[in-house]
């Protein structure tokens, strides 16, 4: 059943969200940011990401942290996200559930 309040909830989170990100798109084409804040942009996401998967890393069992291992060598070997994340999930469903 669909719910209103659910449904406007949604749409307005999706309009704020595109319009920062349209407003910053705008900003960036008019202004020319420095050096160094073209940098952070640049290479923030790694860090940024990195962050998350240690946060949630912690809150793991030695299954997740073992399965950290194959993405680890996956990217570093390929560069490829998609064949890392593949990576990851499948040892995680092997040690999860090929040990029970």
């Known amino acids: 059943m669909l719910r209103m309040d659910v449904l406007l909830a949604i749409l307005g989170m ?4 595109f319009l920062c990100r349209a407003g910053g798109y705008a900003v960036l084409r ?3 940011p420095p050096p160094f ?3 952070m942009m640049r290479n923030i996401p790694g860090p940024l990401f990195a ?5 949630a890393l912690s809150r793991m069992d030695y299954a997740a942290w ?3 291992l194959p993405v680890a060598l996956v990217q570093w070997r390929t560069r ?5 994340i593949l990576a990851g999930v ?3 469903a092997a040690l ?3 040990l029970e």
């Not at 962050?51 to 946060?55: D, E, G, K, R, S």
């Not at 490829?80 to 890392?84: G, K, R, T, Y």
């Open 51 to 55: 962050a998350y998967v240690a946060l």
């Open 96 to 98: 999860r559930y090929g």
């Open 80 to 84: 490829n996200l998609v064949l890392s």
């Open 66 to 68: 073992l399965s950290a």
């Open 90 to 92: 499948g040892t995680l």
């Open 30 to 32: 008019v202004v020319r």
């Open 14 to 17: 999706a309009a704020v969200t």
């Open 37 to 39: 804040v073209e940098a």
